[in-house]
């Protein structure tokens, strides 16, 4: 029901932001370079015993105590595709549907209670009663895992310059975005989880006009989502994963005319 709302608003966000004359249907699609941004990851801990530390003692972690790392990610590939009306004024709106995906490259910064524990035996994290021979550093540095997102937007443009070849663009959206989150270093899986988010997302373009019916595209676009909350299969707890995203895509446009 949520997701329906959500659709529904988006709908009349885009109604409500479309002026009276149209001057043209179009439908366009495009692909891209995602550079997924680094996600400061942070969350709470349920009450849990500790693995072997490393020197066959253990810890009695509380409930709500702190933790997280980073986690950082390739880039990753972004596709999108639109329909919408442009209007005589400059103005544009569309209705956008995207994916991207980035897989994780690397884990670092460990920390539990405000402290690193990046040199502990990964034991004490595992749950493992016998120690494992190599630290909590070296376990999540191999970076194995992944984020995607399936989106929808309802954007508003400017365009400048219309009577010319080249038009740059200006443009915003709001959206809802269907999260997924891995994390499984080493083989180790830690998240399994996801979340449906809020979504906004900041473009600047130039479109070059081919003919009356085709034109081709290039934009830049700032992504971002509120954070998604998971659930820790590791060890109980919950962690916030921040999801951010610079674009680089191209595509073409196919406009109907009036």
Same mark, same amino acid.
């Given at each position: 029901?949520?997701?329906?709302?959500?659709?529904?608003?988006?709908?009349?966000? =885009?109604?409500?932001?479309?002026?009276?004359?149209?001057?043209?249907?179009?439908?366009?699609?495009?692909?891209?370079?995602?550079?997924?941004?680094?996600?400061?990851?942070? &969350? !709470?801990?349920? =009450?849990?015993?500790?693995?072997?530390?490393?020197?066959?003692?253990?810890?009695?972690?509380?409930?709500? /105590?702190?933790?997280?790392?980073?986690?950082?990610?390739?880039?990753?590939?972004?596709?999108? *595709?639109?329909?919408?009306?442009?209007?005589?004024?400059?103005?544009?709106?569309?209705?956008?549907?995207?994916?991207?995906?980035?897989?994780?490259?690397?884990?670092?910064?460990?920390?539990?209670?405000? &402290?690193?524990?990046?040199?502990?035996?990964? =034991?004490? *994290?595992?749950?493992s009663p016998t120690a494992l021979g190599a630290t909590v550093a070296e376990v999540v540095a191999d970076g194995r895992g992944d984020i995607s997102a399936t989106?929808?937007?309802?954007?508003?443009?400017?365009?400048?310059? !219309?009577?010319?070849?080249?038009?740059?663009?200006?443009?915003?959206?709001?959206?809802?975005?269907?999260?997924?989150? /891995?994390?499984?270093?080493?083989?180790?899986?830690?998240?399994?989880?996801?979340?449906?988010?809020?979504?906004?997302?900041?473009?600047?373009? =130039?479109? *070059?006009?081919?003919?009356?019916?085709?034109?081709?595209?290039?934009?830049?676009?700032? !992504?971002?989502?509120?954070?998604?909350?998971?659930?820790?299969?590791?060890?109980?707890?919950?962690?916030?994963?921040?999801?951010?995203?610079?674009?680089?895509? *191209? &595509?073409?446009?196919? !406009?109907?005319?009036?």
């Amino acid at each position: 029901m949520k997701i329906k709302a959500s659709l529904l608003a988006l709908g009349a966000f =885009a109604i409500v932001a479309s002026p009276a004359v149209a001057q043209e249907w179009y439908v366009g699609g495009s692909i891209g370079i995602n550079n997924q941004s680094d996600s400061d990851n942070s &969350g !709470r801990t349920d =009450a849990f015993t500790t693995g072997n530390l490393g020197d066959g003692t253990t810890l009695d972690v509380a409930a709500g /105590t702190d933790y997280g790392w980073d986690t950082e990610f390739d880039s990753g590939i972004a596709y999108g *595709v639109e329909a919408g009306l442009s209007y005589d004024s400059g103005l544009r709106s569309g209705i956008e549907i995207t994916r991207t995906d980035a897989d994780v490259d690397t884990h670092t910064n460990v920390t539990l209670g405000g &402290g690193s524990i990046d040199a502990l035996d990964a =034991a004490s *994290v595992a749950g493992s009663p016998t120690a494992l021979g190599a630290t909590v550093a070296e376990v999540v540095a191999d970076g194995r895992g992944d984020i995607s997102a399936t989106s929808i937007f309802a954007n508003a443009y400017y365009d400048f310059n !219309r009577s010319g070849m080249i038009q740059p663009y200006l443009g915003a959206g709001i959206g809802v975005s269907d999260i997924d989150v /891995t994390y499984n270093p080493s083989g180790i899986g830690i998240i399994d989880d996801g979340g449906t988010k809020f979504a906004y997302q900041l473009k600047a373009g =130039a479109t *070059v006009k081919f003919n009356d019916s085709w034109e081709g595209y290039s934009e830049y676009v700032y !992504r971002a989502t509120d954070d998604i909350k998971t659930n820790n299969d590791l060890f109980p707890g919950n962690l916030s994963i921040e999801n951010q995203q610079n674009l680089l895509s *191209v &595509g073409v446009r196919y !406009r109907f005319g009036a």
